[in-house]
């Protein structure tokens, strides 16, 4: 629950740049955050969005270690070069971006490698906003092995032929028959990436294939609800969001 450690409490969290095999072998980076303490945890994949494998990811991170998560955000965008998240999610956007398929082999090996882990209880969720809740919906569709999903806000979960790409052939829509976990939405109803409506589809499918969800959706929030750096903030909504999220967790991956 949010604000409600022990003003006694005896703990801290570690935070560190370490590098892991990403999809097909690549040797990539990522931001890794654990509580100090003996364990065993819980684990999570943080998957970045467009804008980059940026500073608010890894506060983030942080803040879910510093609620008893370890945590792994990868940097899918590793291939295109470094520089500041600007710099190379612009650089990603000019070659078309990173693959699907790629995407989903990233994830998966975060998640093997916190299953790896001698402090880990065995239990790994992912969450991603923006493409990342995008990534999020197909990662968990896609492989099997996570406990628990959160798609914030993601688009293009649905996608008419004409957004096809070669990175992006399929929309994940089309593999919600195989979704492996339990899987919460957190969406704002002024979004249009994705509208109301697109919402409404992912549920119809969600509900033909019996598979356990809950979407809450909120008023007066747009793309972006979280980011309080940037003018999509809202704040009642964000934290009644992460209320959400916190409780999704604990339920899944405890």
């Not at 065993?40 to 998560?69: C, K, N, Q």
Request: proline residues 6%; glycine residues 10%.
């Amino acid at each position: 629950m949010w604000n409600q450690k022990r003003t006694d409490a005896d703990d801290g969290v570690t935070a560190e740049l370490i590098n892991i095999q990403g999809d097909n072998g690549d040797n990539i980076h990522a931001y890794f955050t654990k509580p100090n303490g003996p364990g065993p945890y819980p684990g999570i994949v943080l998957v970045h969005h467009l804008p980059g494998w940026d500073e608010f990811y890894r506060e983030t991170a942080r803040r879910f270690s510093d609620h008893g998560y370890v945590v792994i955000s990868p940097d899918l965008y590793e291939r295109f070069g470094h520089g500041t998240p600007d710099d190379v999610a612009a650089k990603a956007k000019s070659e078309g971006g990173v693959s699907d398929d790629q995407v989903v082999g990233d994830c998966k090996s975060a998640m093997e490698y916190l299953k790896g882990l001698s402090y880990s209880n065995g239990k790994v969720g992912i969450i991603g906003t923006c493409s990342g809740g995008r990534h999020t919906y197909l990662v968990a569709c896609r492989t099997t092995g996570f406990d628990a999903a959160i798609d914030c806000w993601g688009g293009n979960v649905i996608m008419p032929k004409e957004r096809l790409t070669l990175q992006q052939p399929v929309a994940p829509i089309e593999f919600t028959e195989n979704l492996s976990c339990p899987l919460l939405g957190l969406f704002g109803n002024e979004d249009q990436s994705p509208p109301p409506s697109e919402v409404n589809h992912q549920e119809v499918e969600l509900k033909r294939y019996n598979k356990t969800y809950e979407f809450h959706r909120y008023d007066n929030a747009g793309h972006g609800f979280w980011y309080y750096h940037t003018h999509m903030y809202r704040q009642e909504q964000a934290m009644e969001a992460w209320s959400k999220t916190f409780d999704f967790f604990s339920r899944y991956l405890l």
